[in-house]
């Protein structure tokens, strides 16, 4: 006669079963993986969230393939682990891909999973983050793979502007595994990882270009030449950090404003501002140190820092505020916008504006970028998206004229026409069509050719149109500007008016959506 086992014994086959399950490809692999400086996919669980909040979530799936072998294949949770937890107390949803398990390669249960975790963010309003170590396709199950990959790309878009997305890429990311953290709003890779879509092998045999994986999808590739990620981090312990750090500022979804944490309270005047900005125009400064001393505790997140380096955005706080910051850099190309600037910064603009985080805005810009490769690579179009984005947002806008605001450039960072709610000028600011130096060649080009001493006459009108539009005297009688500022008391002017703008509304037409330039 057979016996049903008791709970206990149950209780011990569950046991055994998640201990195999947590085990992933085997105690041999999961070394070999920490040998190699990496965590393993339940670690980076384990160090994201907050200690004993992580609930997972299909840790007993399996595949259904038997082509290829597959019908003796072992894959413990198909090598990804899903779940929820929290991090600084708030929700989070999480996949993170497990290398011991067949390289960590996505199948069709794999990919459901990782879909089931994305739909669960959007029913609960929780960001999701997608740690990627694999791979790629299982290519034992053909078209299922791809289909699951099919159905993430779809949640990704779904999630878009709807709750914060962000991915660390871990370990590799090749194929179609790469296009899902370039759906998502924030890359963190790590200097052990690489990424790309067709590998060094594979571009060998097509094109015959010699490139070793590093310098085709390291972290520096992407980040200083391609732009494709946010964030460099040398380790996994640091990407862990780093995801926590940029959460810290977010909303957990577009119908929420983002936490208010640990409100700096002095805002009295800091007269080492007004030392920063050179008075002459052609020498450059680090906008940094301008940020530093804005925001609480000179605490600043930068998002792509190692990507078209004269344009600066990032995240901080003003009195415990998020604030989205965006600022040229004079000390790179003078701070001019040219084609990569420009994306880096729509790009910026259009996350804050879906989660509600104000722009602060700091300009010193002498206009775009001249030239053929430029206008030749797109420079309108790519320009005409800075436009774009500051008008099409709706959260609070303010600037802060630093020193030159020149032309197109002047309008493409936000000013008062492109809805800027607060624009204050510094006394150092410059605002006009163009510098003095050629605007007096088209306003006064007669009356230079007429002068005996043509350099004498030049110098005299130049400092004569400086005097007359070159002031942020002009543009505040025009009402572009509202205030003109001592710098000391900049950081007390944003602050008092992020809180008047703080319960800001703004109806605009309805439209399916905008179409702007790409």
Not at 170 to 178: F, L, S
Not at 323 to 351: C, H, T, W, Y
Not at 373 to 395: D, N
């Amino acid at each position: 006669m057979t016996t049903e086992p008791t709970m206990e014994e149950r209780l011990d086959a569950l046991a055994k079963a998640k201990h195999d399950a947590k085990l992933g490809g085997g105690e041999a692999k999961l070394d070999k993986q920490r040998s190699k400086g990496k965590m393993t996919a339940r670690e980076r669980i384990e160090a994201l969230v907050d200690a004993g909040t992580f609930q997972e979530t299909g840790m007993f799936a399996k595949h259904r393939t038997t082509h290829f072998g597959m019908d003796k294949a072992a894959a413990p949770a198909d090598g990804v682990v899903t779940g929820s937890g929290a991090v600084f107390g708030r929700p989070v949803h999480i996949a993170s891909q497990d290398f011991t398990v067949m390289g960590g390669s996505a199948g069709e249960t794999q990919s459901n999973k990782v879909a089931a975790m994305m739909q669960a963010s959007a029913t609960t309003g929780t960001p999701f983050v997608f740690i990627n170590d694999s791979g790629g396709a299982r290519v034992q199950e053909g078209i299922d793979s791809l289909s699951g990959y099919g159905k993430v790309f779809y949640n990704n878009v779904l999630l878009s502007g709807l709750v914060p997305q962000v991915s660390i890429i871990a370990g590799p990311c090749a194929g179609g595994a790469a296009y899902s953290p370039a759906l998502t709003d924030f890359i963190i890779q790590t200097r052990k990882a690489q990424m790309f879509i067709t590998g060094p092998g594979v571009i060998k045999s097509v094109t015959g270009e010699d490139v070793t994986a590093e310098q085709l999808g390291g972290a520096d590739a992407h980040m200083a030449k391609a732009g494709n990620i946010h964030f460099v981090a040398d380790d996994d312990e640091q990407a862990v950090l780093i995801a926590q750090k940029l959460l810290s500022f977010l909303p957990q979804n577009n119908t929420e404003e983002p936490p208010i944490v640990d409100p700096e309270e002095i805002v009295e005047p800091d007269p080492a501002l007004r030392d920063i900005v050179p008075v002459d125009g052609k020498k450059g400064y680090d906008v940094r140190e301008i940020i530093a001393r804005i925001v609480d505790r000179g605490d600043f997140l930068e998002v792509k820092a190692g990507f078209a380096p004269n344009i600066v955005t990032g995240f901080a706080r003003v009195v415990g505020r998020t604030v989205g910051v965006i600022a040229n850099q004079p000390n790179v190309m003078s701070g001019v916008l040219d084609i990569n600037s420009s994306d880096k910064g729509s790009e910026f603009i259009r996350f804050c504006n879906a989660f509600n985080i104000p722009l602060v805005t700091l300009v010193d810009v002498p206009g775009f970028m001249p030239g053929v490769t430029q206008e030749h690579g797109g420079i309108i179009r790519h320009g005409a998206k800075m436009l774009y984005a500051y008008s099409a947002a709706s959260v609070p806008k303010i600037t802060v004229v630093l020193r030159k605001s020149y032309g197109g450039a002047y309008l493409a960072m936000c000013s008062k026409d492109l809805g800027a709610d607060k624009v204050f000028a510094w006394p150092t600011a410059e605002i006009a069509v163009m510098g003095a130096e050629g605007a007096v060649n088209v306003v006064f080009r007669k009356e230079i050719e007429a002068a005996e001493d043509k350099e004498a006459k030049r110098a005299e009108l130049i400092q004569l149109y400086k005097e007359t539009f070159s002031t942020p005297f002009m543009a505040a009688s025009r009402g572009l500007v509202d205030d003109i500022i001592d710098p000391a008391d900049t950081r007390r002017e944003i602050a008092m008016a992020l809180e008047l703008l703080a319960n800001k509304r703004v109806s605009r037409p309805a439209k399916k959506h905008g179409l702007g330039p790409v």
